[in-house]
């Protein structure tokens, strides 16, 4: 994620932290380089324009002048400012009671139905909401399929009539969640340019019969610059209240993210992050301000896990732990906790200084847990609760059981007493589990 304006800025930064002040002429260097780095980013050249103004006005103030740690205080000015560029604060989704109603907009192909699914999803588990998925999109039977094999595997219902009028499938959707106890609508439309006349009429016919609570813009967040011109385009024909950027997880510049709120005054609501249908996040400036500089997002990071892990199995290991009773069966448990989390790396580049430590590098093969649940399968109920009994001929039987060598067999029994041996020590140092 932004992964080259990142490289640049926080080097552009490193630079000034050792500066004993800050004069004009070295704050013109290191602004210089902020420039091209928001420039190569595909940010707006006015948007930039107006950045490096601001910082340097403030950069050149009497309260940087006097600081004992100017270089400091200019990073956390430019901080200010890319968090005011992205929008200052969270707004969250819109919620009303007793049914709101969403309608999704977007250009076809940047990942709308899919982020319908998504959405739908991050409403259950997050607000506890029960929500019914409308499939607007006559002209594309793909699409409508596509939304129906969702609902199959998130267990939420999609209204659907196939193809026929998007206007009257809409009120029909919206009367049946009425008498069904359905508490938040997702109306998925077509994809469609702003400039067809005929398919924004359809948007304006959907909004003025069912009058969506939150009307939110689907952008493929690898466009660049030309989000700007979509986003002001659907912004004319419809009350937009938010924009959802998709594929941030890929090689994205991050130009759009970071023009789009200060060209437009439409905030980003959420963020795609990855492909899986959990991979959604709400979307707040300051987070990703740290993440851009190399801060990381702890608080992010906390409530990921929280997301996935259960409260319950983790305080029951923890005290296994505690009590020196953990075995390959917690072990087994644990693992699958972990995968929860989705892939490890992109968890890694969360924490504060990743890309300083080279964690942001770091390429963790999900083939090796793999293996190593693999083995744990492998073994009877009574080996995983007492490795102990593994001699040779049973590390034998499980290695040719799962495929693997009785070498990675012994590997992963290594690191398993290693583990143990660990936790005894943390145990004895005072390092308590507080339950």
């Known amino acids: 994620m932004f992964e080259n304006l990142s490289d640049r800025l926080t080097g552009a930064l490193n630079k000034i932290k050792g500066y004993g002040k800050i004069t004009e002429s070295n704050i013109g260097d290191i602004t210089r380089d902020i420039r091209l780095a928001l420039l190569e980013a595909d940010v707006n050249y006015k948007v930039v324009k107006e950045f490096i103004n601001n ?6 103030g009497e309260e940087v002048k006097k600081s004992l740690k100017p270089g400091e205080m ?6 200010d400012e890319l ?24 250009l076809q192909g940047s990942g709308k139905t899919t982020t319908t699914g998504k959405l739908a999803l991050l409403l259950r588990k997050k607000y506890g909401l029960k929500p019914l998925m409308v499939a607007c999109d006559v002209y594309r039977p793909a699409a ?29 959707a919206v009367e049946y969640a009425k008498e069904n106890g359905y508490n938040y609508v997702l109306i998925d439309t077509a994809g469609r340019l702003h400039i067809d006349d005929e398919l924004m009429d359809e948007l304006d016919d959907i909004n003025n019969e069912v009058h969506p609570n939150e009307i939110l813009l689907v952008l493929d967040s690898m466009m660049g610059q030309d989000a700007i011109n979509v986003i002001k385009g659907f912004d004319e024909r419809l009350p937009l209240t938010g924009s959802i950027l998709t594929k941030l997880d890929g090689d994205t510049k991050g130009g759009a993210a970071l023009s789009i709120r200060h060209l437009t005054d439409i905030p980003i609501k959420f963020i795609g992050v990855s492909e899986k249908m959990d991979g959604l996040e709400n979307f707040y400036p300051d987070r990703m301000a740290s993440r851009i500089l190399d801060e990381g997002d702890l608080v992010g990071m906390i409530e990921k896990a929280e997301s996935v892990i259960d409260e319950q199995s983790a305080i029951k290991t923890a005290k296994k732990m505690q009590k020196g009773k953990f075995d390959l ?11 929860k989390l989705g892939p490890l790396e992109n968890l890694i580049k969360l924490i504060p200084g990743a890309k300083k430590m080279g964690l942001n590098k ?12 693999a083995i744990i399968l492998s ?25 693997r060598s009785v070498e990675e067999v012994n590997k992963l029994l290594k690191q398993f007493e290693q583990m143990k041996v660990m936790m005894k020590q943390m145990n004895k140092g005072n390092f308590k589990i507080p339950f």
Not at 85 to 106: A, D, H
Not at 329 to 339: A, M, T, Y
Not at 362 to 373: F, G, L, S
Not at 386 to 398: C, D, G, M, T, V
């Open 83 to 106: 968090v005011d560029l992205l929008g200052k604060e969270n707004e969250p989704l819109i919620i009303v009671k007793p049914m709101t109603i969403l309608m999704m907009t977007g």
């Open 379 to 403: 073994m009877t109920p009574d080996e995983r609760s007492n490795p102990s009994i593994l001699k040779a001929s049973r590390k034998r039987r499980i290695a040719k059981g799962c495929g």
């Open 362 to 373: 770091v390429n963790i093969d999900p083939k090796q847990m793999a293996h190593i649940e």
């Open 144 to 172: 409508i399929d596509q939304l129906k094999q969702l609902g199959k595997e998130l267990n939420i219902e999609v209204y659907s009539e196939g193809k026929g009028d998007a206007v009257q499938i809409a009120k029909n």
């Open 329 to 339: 069966e917690d072990f087994l448990e644990q693992l699958n906790q972990i995968k």
């Open 55 to 60: 910082v340097k006005e403030k950069a050149l």
């Open 74 to 79: 200019f990073a956390k000015i430019v901080k």
